[in-house]
């Protein structure tokens, strides 16, 4: 069955410390690995994609890594500012990405809090 | 920020209304889908279009039914609301190419007494 696991579930740190979210998967075909950014009450916003052939991709204070071969991926933040606040989601998609709706299968999210 | 919009943000409701949450978007994309979010919870597709006259149904059941008259407008409509439909609603779109990334909009919170 193809799953998308993500943790810790919630994380809860202090500001400028650094932190790494994880993600395993099990879908299969894979095509790419999304991490995105939801802020509480607003839709997900795309913060990088890799496909299988990309190990690392950065944004910012965002770098995502991604190890196909244990089907493994992670999210760290730099330096946290408290506008990091949010529900980080890891969104894998399988088989043909480009034809259909794209088998898109979502994690539920890692809830993380910045503290002062 | 992405073009794409959703209307209304908040919505209480009585049991059995009608009605419609509206999606557009001005980047011409083809493809559209509707996901609902229960608080702390995962998205689960119910909707998605490849584009005008075409619509399918998700992964997750849904009583609604959405339409797709024209590319940037993907309205999705309750016949007859119940507390059951209580969640949050979200649109989005992309573009037709592997790496096209999917942009939300703000999402309708959808609460029904």
């Known amino acids: 069955k193809n799953q998308v696991e993500q943790s810790p579930q919630s994380l809860i740190i202090l500001e400028g410390k650094n932190c790494t979210l994880q993600?395993?998967?099990?879908?299969?075909?894979?095509?790419?690995l999304r991490w995105y950014k939801q802020d509480t009450g607003r839709g997900p916003v795309s913060l990088t994609i890799m496909t299988f052939s990309e190990n690392t991709k950065s944004n910012g204070r965002y770098t995502a890594t991604l190890d196909a071969d244990t089907k493994q991926s992670s999210l760290h933040i730099t330096a946290s500012q408290l506008s990091d606040s949010a529900s980080y989601i890891c969104?894998?998609?399988?088989?043909?990405?480009?034809?259909?709706?794209?088998?898109?299968?979502f994690g539920k999210g890692t809830k993380l809090s910045v503290k002062p | 920020e992405a073009d794409i919009y959703q209307t209304p943000r908040y919505l209480v409701i009585g049991t059995g209304k009608k009605i419609t949450l509206e999606c557009s978007q001005t980047?011409?994309?083809?493809?559209m889908y509707w996901y609902q979010q229960d608080p702390g919870m995962e998205l689960h597709l119910i909707h998605y279009?490849?584009?005008?006259?075409?619509?399918e149904k998700g992964d997750l059941s849904s009583e609604s039914t959405v339409s797709r008259i024209r590319t940037e407008h993907f309205p999705l409509t309750l016949e007859s609301a119940r507390p059951s439909h209580t969640s949050q609603y979200l649109c989005a779109s992309r573009n037709r190419g592997l790496r096209d990334t999917q942009y939300f909009g703000p999402g309708t919170r959808l609460t029904v007494l």
């Open positions: 980047m011409g994309h083809d493809k």
């Open positions: 993600c395993n998967y099990t879908v299969s075909p894979f095509s790419n």
């Open positions: 279009s490849y584009g005008v006259n075409s619509t």
């Open positions: 969104v894998v998609s399988g088989g043909n990405y480009g034809g259909s709706q794209g088998n898109l299968i």
